[in-house]
């Protein structure tokens, strides 16, 4: 009605809401029940369902530059983090009074080999936490999704890893100790025992160090390497030979033993693409390394037992064993398991 209270400004509005009751000019209370609420930026941005582990970078923000800046930081974290513990390794030996074996001619760094161990040993565990700081800074993505297509480290899977593994070792080093006997080698000097006293700090170190190193390797030369390339190319083969040609590059091992060492990791590439994470090459990897410094620590030899070169032919024998039994004993089991190769 022309005239009356509504158009006085006391009536209700159109909409129940009582003239001048309403909102001031240019105020906007967000978004109504309707509209749903406004898009989340988020930094984190997971793989596609139904992706391949080498090909988990390949998120909504992956660009091109993201994988080559993530690898330089990685490279140069294996680096840098190496040299800055050998470093508080020295600082902390001349405040214990630990002597230094840098002298000329001399191819170790500590005189104590249970503390130079842990020194090296550390020096590559450490940069285990930088290799997931790079994938959630650079790359913007889960930094679980190194660890498998579900996200995380699959430790019930892990642990059955564990078990396979140790049955492969034992395979191989009885296919290792029969061949050394064929061929007439004496074996009398890699055992030995040097008693408690002296074994028992070498056990601790090995026991909560390597693990951590083993892990940190396959991280770096089969986690990152083959999602790194696996951002550009379709097939995971270029990145499982790049990244086992890296792997035996960092050893120091000639003739046989580089062989030895470029098949294990061709072989645990394709196994972490093949299971979908990298707990079989973590399970091979730890087991191997505990089991092959831990005869050292027995027999008394420490110091040496990180000194690589030579590997007689014998020993190829008990690799072509282990792996070939770990290979396709895991392949089978991961399979009549239905262990998940597609994130989720």
């Known amino acids: 009605m022309p005239g009356g209270p509504a158009s006085a400004g006391?009536?209700?509005?159109?909409?129940?809401?009582?003239a001048g009751w309403g909102p001031p000019h240019g105020y906007y209370p967000g978004a109504q029940p309707w509209q749903g609420p406004p898009p989340v930026?988020?930094?984190?941005?997971?793989?596609?369902?139904?992706?391949?582990?080498?090909?988990?970078?390949?998120?909504?923000?992956?660009?091109?530059?993201?994988?080559?800046?993530?690898?330089?930081m990685v490279a140069a974290a294996f680096v840098g983090v190496g040299l800055l513990v050998i470093f508080v390794g020295i600082l902390i030996a001349t405040f214990l009074g630990i002597p230094l074996a840098m002298q000329e001619g001399s191819d170790r760094i500590f005189d104590e080999p249970v503390f130079e161990l842990a020194v090296l040993l550390l020096s590559i565990a450490l940069v285990l936490p930088l290799v997931y700081l790079t994938a959630w800074l650079v790359q913007r993505r889960?930094?679980?999704?190194?660890?498998?297509?579900?996200?995380?480290?699959?430790?019930?899977?892990?642990?059955?890893?564990?078990?396979?593994?140790?049955?492969?070792?034992?395979?191989?080093?009885?296919?290792?100790?029969?061949?050394?006997a064929a061929t007439g080698e004496d074996m009398s000097g890699m055992f030995g025992w040097v008693g408690w006293s002296r074994f028992l700090p070498g056990l601790v170190v090995i026991l909560l160090v390597v693990p951590f190193q083993a892990a940190a390797e396959e991280y770096v030369f089969r986690g990152w390497v083959l999602q790194a390339f696996g951002s550009y190319v379709r097939s995971p083969w270029p990145a499982i030979l790049i990244g086992a040609a890296a792997f035996t590059a960092m050893h120091a091992y000639t003739d046989w033993g580089i062989i030895d060492v470029f098949s294990f990791g061709v072989l645990m590439g394709w196994l972490a693409v093949r299971t979908g994470g990298l707990e079989a090459p973590i399970a091979l990897h730890v087991i191997n390394n505990v089991l092959s410094f831990l005869p050292a620590a027995a027999s008394g030899e420490l110091g040496d037992a990180l000194k690589q070169g030579?590997?007689?032919?014998?020993?190829?024998?008990?690799?072509?064993?282990?792996l070939g039994f770990y290979t396709i004993v895991i392949a089978i089991i991961a399979r009549k398991r239905a262990i998940p190769t597609l994130s989720r």
């Open 10 to 18: 006391w009536g209700p509005a159109p909409g129940g809401v009582p």
């Open 41 to 72: 930026r988020r930094w984190l941005m997971p793989p596609a369902p139904g992706t391949r582990y080498d090909h988990l970078a390949r998120t909504p923000v992956n660009h091109w530059w993201r994988p080559v800046v993530g690898t330089v």
């Open 142 to 180: 889960p930094p679980g999704t190194l660890s498998s297509v579900l996200g995380r480290l699959r430790w019930r899977w892990l642990l059955v890893c564990l078990g396979f593994a140790l049955i492969a070792l034992i395979l191989g080093q009885g296919a290792m100790i029969a061949t050394y």
């Open 310 to 322: 030579a590997v007689p032919w014998q020993s190829i024998v008990g690799t072509v064993v282990q």
